[in-house]
């Protein structure tokens, strides 16, 4: 509808105002509402709505007229009515008071300040205890004997106006933690000698619910509280109310770090709920334990007996959320079982809850080994059915997840997936089981019989598919040592020379040629990996807009590298961070009008989204700051920030360390965390323990201002003295800034001020910091050819270590380098071999090696081998471990 239309709708409707019809005057307010954000000069109607608000108005006209209100108010308009808004809240009907509180629920974020002086009342509207039910009965039956043009409505009982209230309380004392945990305690105490009695002062299940969230949500964020929140939500599973149970329920499964003992009263009552008449109590009650069931498996399993008997529900989604659930807490004697009942439930159920059985499945599969048969015989035999793309993908997945982790079920799993492409309908995933086939096939010990349905995929398939066969034969043709092999693939490659798609005849072209070449075959073949990209990229622009890059060539050993599987995982991820949103909190006259001021207000962390290329963030942020920029190529930051502070000080600081060839930049990230304070010209007075570290400060880049809630950054940069040293040690560090009171509501900030400083965590530069991680495809190949001159070796005791997979993940983080091969996590509890590649500052390639055993006694006893080709590099990187 066009502006003229509505204005001249909206001021013809308001003459309606004057009518005596009840529906119609209803009518009125919601047309209003509707037209209030098309309509012009919607104000002129702000008399007849206050007017409808009186006291004297009836009760029907006063909550639609403060709801129409609401939408035409805007932050000016708001103090004239806010003495009728207070006054609403506040009224004995439950209706108008509910109007009146969702209301000023909407208007809070345009007048968050006029709002937050309602607390009072808010807090009043939840204490307040309506008549008894038999009075408001007898005036309701009363009503009927006066006049027929009055409008009476019938009691409410449903206390729905204290979850209003609830909620907008909540919202006004939010950022006060201490007020949120006195308003739990209070409202929870009220009724703890009889959680839902009806003396407490809550007496609606949804105002219930909501008090259950901010409790675990002050649980999750203060460690301090987990105890005695914990008592409140183990109480409320006693509440009388089947959705305050179940919330309460839900609420202690999702506790961070939760042991078995404190789940045990939740899965109590999720467990009565399975057998309950509700569909819905069902519904929730399996969804929550399937949910659990994913990281505390022993904990679900007393329910399994439960769980079997809604394998037969009429509802399939109750009955599909049961099967996913008992494949996660079963045992390998239950497996044969579970799969006969499957078999016959999975033509009933719609792709969606396909792909949440095969996803079971497949963590099955991998859980216990020796049933890899019967699930392999389960998913090929889907595979077979009608199904989408989503399904079909899924379980062309486990069949996958099962040849890389299972080397006994490999040639079945080939052999089935063959099958499967003879009458694929879907180009992707005839594309990655050709991949697959020409990366497995290959490796067992009959590879010819693999070859006849790859070129089968050549005759019959469109060009991309017979794109990715020739490159599948390819493989086998460089891969099996047979001769003949590579014959027989010769002449099947020559007859795709006549292929009508010139993707299909370059590809035939290249590998014919790479088929007589064996160093280019096993470059460009068998090597899987590649260069990040993004690094890549970033390194390529530096080069390119550099004063020096004539003089000297491209660098591509300082490029890192990954697996292909990395890479394409990379490209799949959904790419939602927009490095415009990223805090950088950088307001120091060096570099404002570069960065937009919005910049430092919006995001409460200072890191990058993970998900993303991290290190092109950090570097294309510090290329915004010039005196940053002129140290070149940025060659590492942290993966992750090291925090300085706790989360809850006054003013939170975390770290992240930028390593440049020359010099060390050190990017403090601050959070004013209190809203009555303003800290200006922030800086960090970074003292090394020793003055023979090998760095000398440069500059300091304060944050001008750092306003309660929005982050800054302040950088403090390093010049290392020697270049043949690494400079190595920890830093005390001291926040000095000047304090200015501010008045909380408003943000104004006094003129004067005072000089205050603030003492956090050391900083630590470590090895590890020097260190890139990259990825090869051949470490032994890498090993050998790096040789024995450039090895270090040593011996160590990691008492401390409870398991391998714990000595492998504090190595790692200790060297930061990148596992490869899969050896990142152990197959063996006992005995292990970890592989490790990086490349050091100055684009120097290093490799590890650490065969470790595992006692319960001792520990982790670790041999560790490290090669360079520099024995000092080998021996500075070993020396992490010390």
């Not at 201490?178 to 839902?196: E, H, P, Y």
Request: charged share 20%.
């Amino acid at each position: 509808m066009a502006t003229t239309e509505a204005t001249e709708l909206f001021f013809s409707v308001t003459k309606l105002f004057q009518s005596k019809d009840i529906a119609l005057r209803q009518m009125v307010y919601l047309v209003i509402k509707e037209l209030s954000s098309i309509a012009e000069d919607v104000i002129m109607v702000t008399s007849s709505l206050m007017k409808d608000m009186q006291p004297k108005s009836d009760v029907i006209y006063r909550a639609n007229a403060i709801r129409a209100l609401c939408k035409i108010t805007d932050a000016s308009m708001l103090p004239s009515v806010e003495r009728f808004l207070k006054a609403a809240v506040v009224d004995k009907t439950p209706s108008i008071s509910s109007a009146a509180i969702v209301s000023s629920y909407h208007l809070f974020p345009a007048g968050k300040d006029v709002i937050k002086r309602w607390a009072n009342e808010v807090h009043e509207a939840i204490n307040y205890k309506p008549a008894s039910l038999v009075s408001n009965a007898s005036s309701y039956l009363t009503s009927f004997s006066t006049s027929s043009s009055s409008y009476n409505t019938p009691p409410s009982t449903s206390n729905i106006n204290q979850y209003h209230a609830l909620g907008l309380l909540y919202l006004i004392r939010q950022h006060d933690r201490m007020a949120v945990t006195k308003l739990i305690q209070q409202l929870a105490g009220s009724s703890r000698g009889g959680f839902g009695s009806s003396s407490g002062i809550l007496r609606n299940t949804f105002a219930y619910c909501l008090l259950i969230r901010f409790a675990a949500k002050i649980l999750d964020e203060d460690p301090n509280s987990r105890q005695q929140m914990y008592d409140l939500l183990e109480g409320w599973l006693r509440h009388k109310s089947d959705i305050v149970n179940f919330e309460a329920a839900k609420a202690i499964c999702n506790i961070k770090d939760v042991t078995s003992k404190e789940l045990y009263p939740a899965i109590n009552v999720l467990q009565l709920f399975l057998s309950s008449p509700r569909f819905t109590l069902r519904f929730a009650a399996i969804r929550t334990l399937n949910k659990l069931a994913m990281t505390h498996p022993a904990a679900v399993q007393p329910c399994n007996l439960d769980m079997e008997n809604l394998i037969t529900d009429q509802n399939r989604s109750v009955a599909t959320f049961a099967i996913t659930t008992l494949l996660k807490t079963g045992n390998e004697a239950s497996v044969d079982r579970l799969m006969k009942q499957i078999t016959g439930f999975m033509s009933e159920i719609s792709d969606e809850f396909k792909v949440i059985v095969v996803d079971a499945i497949r963590s099955l599969c991998l859980k216990f080994p020796t049933k890899q048969a019967v699930m392999l015989g389960f998913l090929s035999g889907v595979l077979r059915d009608e199904g989408g793309y989503e399904f079909k993908r899924a379980v062309v997945e486990a069949i996958f997840d099962l040849v890389k982790f299972i080397p006994e079920s490999k040639e079945a799993a080939l052999a089935h997936l063959c099958e499967f492409i003879e009458d694929c309908e879907f180009t992707k995933l005839s594309v990655r089981v050709l991949h697959l086939l020409g990366v497995e096939g290959p490796k067992t010990a009959t590879p010819t019989k693999y070859i006849r349905y790859i070129y089968n995929r050549v005759i019959l398939e469109n060009s991309i598919v017979r794109a990715a066969a020739v490159s599948a034969l390819a493989k086998f043709g460089v891969s099996v040592e047979d001769p003949e092999v590579k014959k027989s693939i010769k002449v099947l490659l020559t007859r795709c020379l006549d292929d009508n798609d010139d993707e299909v005849r370059d590809r035939a072209t290249l590998y014919l040629r790479l088929l007589d070449d064996d160093d280019n075959a096993e470059k460009y073949l068998k090597d899987d990996s590649t260069y990040s990209l993004a690094a890549l990229e970033r390194q390529l622009v530096q080069y390119v807009s550099g004063s020096e890059s004539a003089e000297k060539p491209f660098d591509l050993s300082a490029i890192p590298k990954i697996s292909k599987s990395q890479a394409e995982a990379e490209n799949l991820r959904p790419r939602s961070f927009d490095l415009a949103t990223q805090t950088i909190g950088v307001s120091s006259p060096a570099v404002s009008g570069i960065i937009p001021a919005t910049i430092s207000t919006t995001s409460r962390d200072a890191t990058p989204t993970p998900g993303i290329d991290q290190q092109q963030s950090y570097a294309q942020q510090l290329d915004k700051v010039p005196e940053i920029a002129a140290f070149g190529t940025l060659f590492k930051s942290s993966i992750k920030p090291v925090e300085l502070t706790e989360s809850e000080t006054e003013y939170v600081v975390s770290c992240v360390k930028h390593v440049f060839s020359e010099n060390i930049v050190f990017q403090f990230n601050i959070n004013n965390t209190l809203n009555d304070q303003l800290l200006e010209n922030v800086s960090v007075v970074m003292q090394p323990e020793s003055d023979d570290i090998g760095l000398e400060e440069e500059f300091v880049i304060p944050a001008s201002k750092l306003a309660y809630d929005q982050p800054g950054s302040v950088y403090v940069a390093f010049k290392r003295t020697n270049l043949d040293e690494i400079p190595l040690g920890s830093f005390s560090n001291t926040l000095k800034f000047v304090v200015k009171d501010c008045d909380p509501n408003s943000g104004e900030p006094d003129e004067d001020g005072y000089e205050d400083e603030y003492l956090v965590e050391d900083v630590e530069l470590v090895t590890g910091d020097y260190v890139l991680p990259t990825y090869i495809s051949d470490f032994q190949g890498a090993w050998d050819k790096l040789g024995e001159d450039g090895q270090v070796i040593e011996t160590f005791a990691l008492t401390a270590a409870k398991s391998l997979k714990a000595a492998c993940t504090t190595l790692i983080e200790l060297l930061g380098m990148s596992a490869v091969e899969n050896t990142g996590t152990p197959q063996s509890s006992s005995v292990h071999t970890l592989l490790l590649s990086g490349i050091f500052l100055g684009g120097v390639e290093v490799l590890a090696k650490s065969r470790m055993t595992f006692a319960p006694s001792s520990g982790v006893t670790m041999e560790l081998s490290v090669r360079s080709s520099s024995q000092e590099i080998s021996r500075i990187v070993i020396s992490a471990v010390v």
